[in-house]
Protein backbone atom coordinates (compact mmCIF):
# COMPACT_ATOMS: atom_id res chain seq x y z
CA UNK A 1 0.00 0.00 0.00
CA UNK A 2 1.42 2.95 -1.37
CA UNK A 3 0.76 6.18 0.58
CA UNK A 4 0.40 10.02 -0.65
CA UNK A 5 1.50 13.10 1.76
CA UNK A 6 0.60 16.38 0.95
CA UNK A 7 2.47 19.40 2.46
CA UNK A 8 2.26 22.71 1.89
CA UNK A 9 5.38 24.82 1.89
CA UNK A 10 3.80 27.84 1.01
CA UNK A 11 3.08 30.71 3.28
CA UNK A 12 -0.45 31.70 3.78
CA UNK A 13 -1.49 35.31 1.70
CA UNK A 14 -0.64 38.38 3.92
CA UNK A 15 -4.37 38.70 3.61
CA UNK A 16 -4.85 35.68 5.77
CA UNK A 17 -2.03 35.69 8.47
CA UNK A 18 -3.35 39.21 9.98
CA UNK A 19 -5.17 38.96 12.83
CA UNK A 20 -8.36 39.85 13.68
CA UNK A 21 -9.30 42.46 16.65
CA UNK A 22 -9.55 40.31 20.21
CA UNK A 23 -12.71 41.31 21.47
CA UNK A 24 -13.19 40.05 25.39
CA UNK A 25 -17.37 40.14 26.11
CA UNK A 26 -17.32 40.49 30.03
CA UNK A 27 -21.05 40.19 31.09
CA UNK A 28 -22.50 37.72 34.02
CA UNK A 29 -25.39 36.82 31.50
CA UNK A 30 -23.81 33.45 29.66
CA UNK A 31 -26.69 34.23 26.99
CA UNK A 32 -25.81 37.41 26.24
CA UNK A 33 -22.34 36.77 25.78
CA UNK A 34 -22.76 33.79 23.82
CA UNK A 35 -25.16 35.53 21.30
CA UNK A 36 -22.97 38.59 21.17
CA UNK A 37 -19.71 36.32 20.43
CA UNK A 38 -21.36 34.05 18.23
CA UNK A 39 -22.83 37.30 16.06
CA UNK A 40 -19.65 39.33 15.99
CA UNK A 41 -17.53 36.35 14.97
CA UNK A 42 -19.65 35.79 12.00
CA UNK A 43 -19.30 39.04 10.66
CA UNK A 44 -15.82 37.99 10.20
CA UNK A 45 -14.40 40.52 11.90
CA UNK A 46 -13.04 39.68 14.93
CA UNK A 47 -12.25 36.81 17.44
CA UNK A 48 -14.30 37.02 20.49
CA UNK A 49 -13.71 35.62 24.21
CA UNK A 50 -16.91 35.77 26.72
CA UNK A 51 -16.50 36.20 30.38
CA UNK A 52 -18.93 35.50 32.92
CA UNK A 53 -17.19 35.82 36.04
CA UNK A 54 -16.39 39.27 37.34
CA UNK A 55 -13.91 37.94 39.85
CA UNK A 56 -11.88 35.96 36.90
CA UNK A 57 -12.43 38.93 34.42
CA UNK A 58 -8.79 40.82 35.15
CA UNK A 59 -7.22 36.87 34.65
CA UNK A 60 -8.66 36.51 31.73
CA UNK A 61 -8.01 39.78 29.89
CA UNK A 62 -4.82 38.88 31.07
CA UNK A 63 -4.63 35.41 29.08
CA UNK A 64 -6.45 37.25 25.87
CA UNK A 65 -4.73 40.54 25.77
CA UNK A 66 -7.98 41.60 23.90
CA UNK A 67 -7.63 44.76 21.75
CA UNK A 68 -11.30 45.92 22.99
CA UNK A 69 -13.17 44.99 26.30
CA UNK A 70 -16.81 44.97 26.70
CA UNK A 71 -17.66 45.37 30.13
CA UNK A 72 -21.63 44.87 31.75
CA UNK A 73 -21.62 47.45 34.43
CA UNK A 74 -24.48 45.84 36.70
CA UNK A 75 -23.14 42.38 38.30
CA UNK A 76 -23.21 40.32 40.85
CA UNK A 77 -20.02 40.69 43.53
CA UNK A 78 -17.62 42.40 41.88
CA UNK A 79 -19.18 45.05 39.52
CA UNK A 80 -17.94 46.45 36.24
CA UNK A 81 -16.51 49.56 37.67
CA UNK A 82 -14.42 47.53 39.88
CA UNK A 83 -13.40 45.43 37.40
CA UNK A 84 -12.68 48.31 34.84
CA UNK A 85 -10.22 49.76 38.18
CA UNK A 86 -8.53 46.75 38.28
CA UNK A 87 -8.18 46.66 34.45
CA UNK A 88 -7.09 49.79 34.45
CA UNK A 89 -4.11 49.31 36.99
CA UNK A 90 -2.39 46.77 35.35
CA UNK A 91 0.26 48.16 33.34
CA UNK A 92 -0.03 45.54 30.43
CA UNK A 93 -3.98 46.42 30.29
CA UNK A 94 -3.81 49.66 31.18
CA UNK A 95 -4.30 50.92 27.37
CA UNK A 96 -6.87 48.45 26.72
CA UNK A 97 -10.29 50.39 25.46
CA UNK A 98 -13.15 49.43 27.60
CA UNK A 99 -16.81 50.29 26.83
CA UNK A 100 -19.36 49.63 29.32
CA UNK A 101 -22.61 47.92 29.02
CA UNK A 102 -25.40 48.96 30.44
CA UNK A 103 -29.17 48.74 31.06
CA UNK A 104 -29.05 51.66 33.46
CA UNK A 105 -29.21 54.35 30.92
CA UNK A 106 -31.01 54.67 27.79
CA UNK A 107 -30.24 54.54 24.00
CA UNK A 108 -30.34 58.42 23.75
CA UNK A 109 -27.90 59.03 26.88
CA UNK A 110 -25.86 56.29 25.13
CA UNK A 111 -25.70 58.30 21.89
CA UNK A 112 -24.87 61.80 23.65
CA UNK A 113 -21.67 60.94 23.87
CA UNK A 114 -21.32 60.93 27.71
CA UNK A 115 -19.23 58.66 29.76
CA UNK A 116 -18.88 56.58 32.82
CA UNK A 117 -15.87 56.76 34.92
CA UNK A 118 -14.34 58.23 31.53
CA UNK A 119 -15.05 55.04 29.27
CA UNK A 120 -17.34 55.62 26.42
CA UNK A 121 -20.72 52.74 27.22
CA UNK A 122 -23.73 51.38 25.08
CA UNK A 123 -27.03 50.70 25.76
CA UNK A 124 -28.81 47.38 26.30
CA UNK A 125 -30.88 45.69 24.60
CA UNK A 126 -28.17 46.14 21.63
CA UNK A 127 -28.86 45.02 18.22
CA UNK A 128 -25.34 43.59 16.46
CA UNK A 129 -25.22 46.69 14.09
CA UNK A 130 -25.25 48.48 17.01
CA UNK A 131 -22.26 46.51 18.78
CA UNK A 132 -20.40 46.56 15.91
CA UNK A 133 -20.64 50.70 15.68
CA UNK A 134 -19.77 50.74 19.08
CA UNK A 135 -16.65 48.72 18.75
CA UNK A 136 -15.19 50.39 15.59
CA UNK A 137 -15.59 53.49 17.08
CA UNK A 138 -13.39 52.54 20.11
CA UNK A 139 -11.15 49.97 18.77
CA UNK A 140 -7.26 51.56 18.74
CA UNK A 141 -6.79 52.92 15.01
CA UNK A 142 -3.54 50.29 15.08
CA UNK A 143 -5.73 47.09 14.93
CA UNK A 144 -6.13 45.80 11.67
CA UNK A 145 -9.65 44.97 9.91
CA UNK A 146 -9.84 42.11 8.15
Known amino acids: MSRIIEANFFLPAFEAIKEKPRILIIDNNRDFTYSAKVALERTGRYSVWEENEPAR??????????????????????????VAARIESDPTLRRTPVVFLTALVTKAEARSGLEIQGHPYLAKPISIPELVAGIERNLPAHVPFS
Open 57 to 82: AHQTAQRVKPDLILLDIAMPETDGGE
